[in-house]
């Protein structure tokens, strides 16, 4: 369904966190990339095309080799102006996981 909207906890329970880090997140602007929250009234909402699509990326990135991991990490590290909070630590974890062999 085009332009379909999830709720914090509809997002929470998909992504497996608790509804008050979404909400910090949404302060923090610590989405991962392209998710923005929608405010409609005193409510958030998240595209649901957003998501999959952070999800996707999600995906991409563990699926990287070791050595590509690192060069993304580089590559993010020169751009200041670069992805969001998560998507950095999520790259530290994929990193992590290949030099400790943990996948």
């Known amino acids: ?3 379909q909207l999830l709720t914090v906890p509809e997002l929470a329970e998909r992504w497996s966190l608790s509804t008050k880090t ?17 405010k409609l009234g005193f ?6 095309n957003e998501v999959e699509a952070a999800e996707k990326a999600d995906r991409v990135i563990l699926a990287l080799s070791g050595e590509e991991c ?3 990490q580089m590559l993010l590290a020169a751009d200041a102006a670069a992805p969001t ?9 994929a990193r992590d996981r290949r030099i400790t062999g943990v996948l």
């Open 22 to 38: 979404i909400y910090n997140w949404s302060t923090e602007d610590a989405f991962p990339y392209p998710v923005k929250p929608v």
């Open 70 to 72: 690192m060069h993304l």
């Open 85 to 93: 909070k998560r998507l950095r630590m999520k790259l530290e974890q």
């Open 1 to 3: 369904m085009p332009g």
């Open 43 to 48: 409510n958030l909402r998240f595209r649901l």
